[in-house]
């Protein structure tokens, strides 16, 4: 009887490891190979020549040993490979027109997500999150067609009194968002980000001077966001954020570009950039032709930021930069001068021109967000497959992440999603 029982255990040990060879053998026909380019990983500051095996939604082989591949190959010789572009300051709803709000090019926030992703944005920080977002971000999680959402939660910081601010925070967290953004300028500020953090939640806060950086920053906020326009940054201040590993998140597009589209001796050489296309309808588009009938926002608008983006933005990024200060790249997206998606590039081209090396540039946009926003993004075997391919290298040339040839989120190619 022993040995009948040993027989048929050996039988049945021996089936399940043939069918657990078929669904390997079955897993590895619908591998996606991506053969002969560039791997570039903004973490480590490193070029390697590598295949890739993307199996399901993540990456599982990195060799530079020219594996083979029973699934799908892509042949990208001589391409780069990047983790897929984050964008850490969003208003995900479409794009302004500098003529009139009824002109403006609103698509909601999942036809935002779709176009998006078509610029290699694979997730981007919802600055605007409300309620009813929380199921919509939860539907779109894992969907290859549509840019992740991360969402913040927005509040004032001013309230009766520091219980109210608590409870307020605590309300918030209870509705599910990824992190909090407070708008700076109210006295319980620190009891609002004490309580985030007591709850899990990293804050952003919002801020219009340097007071109020001032004032995030000794609260203990994770991150500041936009920079005054009017004065370049203290180098005190700076210190105090290199103490408390205080992150700036710029908005350097929001801060710069309209000024630049107003220009008309000098249109930017990235205003016909065909990526630009894709998500820039031909109405809007327009309307920044006109520049006789701009509205009274878009003027004011042009002239703070021809009075402060190269004199004062550029000087305290390189501050920034040159203390330590983790940078990341956040557009601002769905004010004038911004475009879903694009400006993201813009931003790590902006970031380059004050100061940070293409590689900061690169990793403030990818790697660097991925981090803050707990994503697992990135180019190692066990990362998700949200990643890039470049034309050209980003390294040698920061606007290169505009010459896309292929977008892959969460294993799938997007073009053989649409």
């Known amino acids: 009887m022993k040995s009948s029982r040993r027989c048929a255990t050996g ?8 069918n657990a060879a078929q669904v390997q053998a079955q897993e590895q026909k619908q591998d996606l190979c991506l053969k002969g380019g560039f791997v570039v990983s903004p973490a480590t500051r490193t070029i390697t020549k590598a295949d890739l095996t993307i199996r399901g939604t993540r990456i599982v082989k990195v060799s530079t ?5 029973a699934g799908k190959q892509l042949d990208i010789t001589g391409a780069f490979v990047v983790p897929g572009f984050i964008d850490t300051h969003v208003h995900v709803w479409g794009n302004p027109s500098p003529v009139a709000e009824a002109n403006d090019e609103e698509w909601g926030e999942e036809g935002t997500a779709k176009r998006a992703l078509q ?5 981007f920080l919802s600055m605007s999150g ?5 199921a919509m971000r939860d539907r779109l999680r894992a969907s290859p067609q549509h840019t992740q959402f991360v969402l913040a939660a927005p509040t004032y910081t001013a309230a009766k009194n520091d219980q109210e ?3 307020r925070i605590a309300s918030m967290v209870k509705r599910g968002p990824d992190l909090i953004k407070l708008f700076a300028g109210g006295s319980q500020i620190a009891a609002m980000v004490g309580q985030a953090r007591a ?3 990293k804050t952003v806060v919002h801020i219009a001077s340097w007071q109020d950086a001032r004032a995030a920053v000794k609260a203990g906020a994770t991150a500041i966001t936009h920079l005054e326009d009017e004065a370049i940054i203290p180098s005190d201040l700076v210190q105090e954020m290199v103490r408390r590993k205080t992150i700036s998140i710029p908005t350097l597009a929001v801060q710069c570009d309209m000024a630049l589209l107003a220009d008309p001796k000098l249109p930017p050489q990235w205003w016909s950039d065909p990526l630009l296309q894709k998500v820039l309808g031909p109405k809007v588009r327009a309307d920044y032709a006109k520049a006789s009938e701009f509205s009274k926002k878009t003027l004011r608008t042009i002239e703070w930021q021809k009075a402060g983006c190269t004199t004062n933005d550029f000087a305290s990024i390189k501050r920034l930069r040159d203390a330590g200060v983790l940078i990341l790249a956040g557009s601002d997206t769905g004010n004038l001068g911004t475009f879903q998606g694009f400006s993201l590039h813009r931003e790590m081209q902006l970031l380059a021109e004050a100061g940070l090396s293409n590689w900061e540039a690169l990793a403030a946009g990818t790697s660097a967000a991925a981090a803050f926003l707990e994503l697992p993004y990135g180019v190692t075997e066990g990362s998700e497959a949200s990643i890039v391919v470049l034309e050209a290298s980003p390294v040698d040339d920061i606007s290169n992440t505009r010459k896309i040839r292929y977008v892959i989120h969460h294993g799938k190619l997007l073009n053989e999603q649409q």
């Open 199 to 201: 709850l899990g939640k």
């Open 11 to 18: 039988l049945v040990a021996l089936l399940l490891g043939a």
């Open 165 to 167: 601010a608590r409870s």
């Open 65 to 69: 040993n020219q594996a083979t591949c």
């Open 130 to 134: 409300e309620a009813e977002d929380v």
């Open 119 to 123: 610029t290699g944005v694979v997730a």
